[in-house]
């Protein structure tokens, strides 16, 4: 009934009328748990209702509307369609290094709770799993009691040597189970459909990277990653540069850190990355434990200061992470927006302005998870009217005869439909589709935060990282990217007061190296005469100043594919032990691959 019809009713003859009326409109728009809670307050109140409205006949009243109450609120529920909610159980197995309290993961739950009961009828009951990670078969079997005692659902996050026969197991039994990441190290081949990952997207940090080769005219970039990042994503990378039109941009990916493979390693090919001369940007694709270690390990052999540059793309680092680099470098690093993260207000971020970053993360993708879980289970309901999620309990995960959880499809399938076209949940937009920079494509659920990019300063021997800009999903503009069009400072476009270190080969009329007795070596020549034009023009009141040495091994420079290095003059330029080689040098691809030659 419309509001106006019931507050003309509302008056002493109608009161009790209207009082059931209005009773009618509030439950068909409550919730189960509401209603409850709205019933018997109002069944309270009743005779005080009656003191107001039938003051002469207030017994009477009174006695007949307390009969009576229970009665039609019985029958307004069945009217209303009111259902009880639904309680269900779910399994959430953790490793004790994730470092995530118990209460906290309850408040996440009641969280998801507060938000989907009313909308879904679907309440969840946690169940939480520790495991240690040295045991996977103890975890397997808590994970299998859990399940025989009613989880028709199961959330992992677990390193690799858990989460994998986990994965196996959920798949054989058909129980749903959502995997959190880490993501690439832990792939199960031949699964079936009843386990899922749900990982982060890094497309728009592709398409950042883009944006900052073209606006700083990079024509190469070397990507490093390890295992957690696979081939896969370097792929990925090339693919969205040359989409963005920049097919004559080169992408190089690194492998570094894996299992197998120690510091040394990684120290040596950066070693040999700084002989060969391959770029001086560089794209970090990997955990944050190697992302750290890379960057200290790279700021040790040399590849730090102006003209080196950096980009930390893994976003789901801990900022907090990020000052325990020791770098005086040109680094930027994307990371995720979230409450937890404040800035000065000159958007800067400082060490001790991050609280529980990581923990946060972890429970936001366990947040995500469930809702996407309980928004399926819903839908399976809705739709599968004999849909039995007792029979969970029959289960015998760990028996020769043990039996598959019916439900189980039914249930992973609505995850497939019902984030289409997705939620935005705590970890970003989530929606189901197929994992980026996976082979052979898979499908899964995956996640596009909202992002930050950050640069790396350092204040009077402090570091902290200055706000770029960000990145806002769904925004068409810029790929979703807005702020500074230039990420990177410039580098110096001014050689005054300068010495110059520059390296030579006698060549006439290019270079003429001349002995000049009680003075030394004096060069003069074509290469010469545009040399100190261009010191003159340089700066008049402070030219910069030279040393000229000739080259050792009498090269212009060749790459010598046995020793993975560089000869003669590009050889020394690119190793640093010269600023810039002077000389009649042929220009050729390979050369220009790895210096940089005059216009003309």
């Known amino acids: 009934l419309e509001q106006p019809l019931l507050d003309q009713l509302v008056g002493r003859r109608y009161s009790l009328l209207a009082l059931q009326l209005n009773a009618a409109n ?5 919730s189960a748990p509401d209603l409850l809670h709205w019933s018997i307050s109002n069944y309270r109140l009743l005779p005080i209702y009656h003191q107001l409205f039938f003051p002469h006949h207030y017994h009477v009243a009174t006695n007949l509307s307390m009969r009576c109450f229970p009665i039609i609120i019985l029958l307004l529920s069945s009217l209303c369609g009111v ?3 639904k309680e269900v159980k779910f399994g959430i197995i953790l490793e004790k290094y994730q470092h995530i309290k118990t209460e906290d993961l309850k408040g996440a739950v009641d ?3 507060q938000a989907l009961v009313s909308s879904t009828g679907v309440k969840i009951i946690p169940s939480l799993e520790i495991s240690y990670g040295t045991d996977p078969f103890k975890t397997l079997q808590r994970t299998c009691s859990l399940i025989q005692n009613g989880a028709v659902f199961i959330i992992s996050l677990t390193s690799c040597p858990t989460s994998i026969p986990l994965r196996y197991m959920s798949s054989a039994l058909a129980v749903p189970h959502i995997t959190l990441p880490p993501m690439s190290p832990c792939d199960v081949e031949n699964r079936k459909t009843d386990e899922v990952q749900l990982v982060p997207r890094f497309e728009h940090v592709f398409l950042l990277l883009a944006k900052i080769m073209r606006n700083h005219r990079w024509k190469k970039v070397v990507v490093f990653h390890d295992d957690y990042f696979n081939e896969d994503f370097v792929d990925h990378v090339r693919r969205t540069i040359q989409r963005k039109g920049q097919n004559d941009y080169r992408v190089t990916g690194e492998k570094i850190f894996d299992v197998q493979r120690s510091p040394d390693y990684t120290k040596a090919k950066l070693k040999e990355l700084q002989n060969r001369g391959e770029a001086s940007e560089f794209f970090i694709l990997a955990s944050e434990e190697n992302t750290i270690k890379l960057l200290n390990l790279a ?9 080196f540059r950096w980009i930390i793309g893994n976003y789901d680092m801990d900022p907090a992470a990020l000052f325990r680099i020791s770098h005086n470098t040109n680094v930027l690093a994307v990371i995720r927006k979230l409450d937890e993260i404040n800035f000065s207000p000159e958007g800067k971020l400082e060490e001790n302005t991050i609280n529980d970053f990581s923990i946060s993360v972890k429970l936001d993708y366990i947040q995500d998870a469930l809702h996407v879980a309980v928004k399926s289970i819903q839908e399976s309901l809705e739709n599968h009217s004999n849909l039995d999620l007792t029979q969970v309990t029959e289960v015998g995960c760990l028996l020769e005869n043990a039996k598959t959880f019916v439900a189980g499809p039914m249930i992973l399938e609505e995850v497939t439909r019902e ?11 989530v929606q189901y589709g197929a994992i980026p920079v996976k082979k052979p494509t898979r499908f899964g659920l995956v996640a596009t935060p909202d992002l930050y990019l950050m640069r790396y300063i350092n204040e009077n021997d402090v570091s902290k990282w200055q706000y770029v800009a960000n990145y806002t999903y769904g925004s068409a503009e810029n790929d979703g990217w807005s702020g500074a069009e230039t990420y990177f400072e410039a580098k110096a476009n001014t050689l005054k007061g300068m010495t110059l270190k520059i390296v030579t080969i006698e060549e006439e009329p290019f270079i003429i190296k001349t002995e000049i007795p009680g003075v030394g070596v004096k060069y003069t020549g074509y290469c010469i005469d545009i040399l100190e034009a261009i010191q003159r023009h340089n700066s008049i009141d402070s030219p910069f100043q030279y040393e000229i040495y000739p080259v050792e091994d009498g090269q212009y420079g060749v790459y010598d594919d046995q020793s993975n290095t560089w000869t003669g003059l590009v050889g020394d330029v690119i190793r640093g032990k010269a600023d810039l080689a002077v000389a009649g040098m042929i220009r050729n691809y390979d050369r220009e691959e790895v210096v940089d030659f005059t216009a003309s």
């Open 83 to 85: 259902e009880s909610v």
């Open 299 to 307: 700021d040790s052999v040399g590849f730090s200061g102006e003209y």
């Open 111 to 113: 969280q998801v709770n």
């Open 26 to 30: 509030k439950f068909c728009a409550k």
């Open 419 to 429: 984030n289409e076209p997705g939620i935005y949940g705590k970890t970003g937009f």
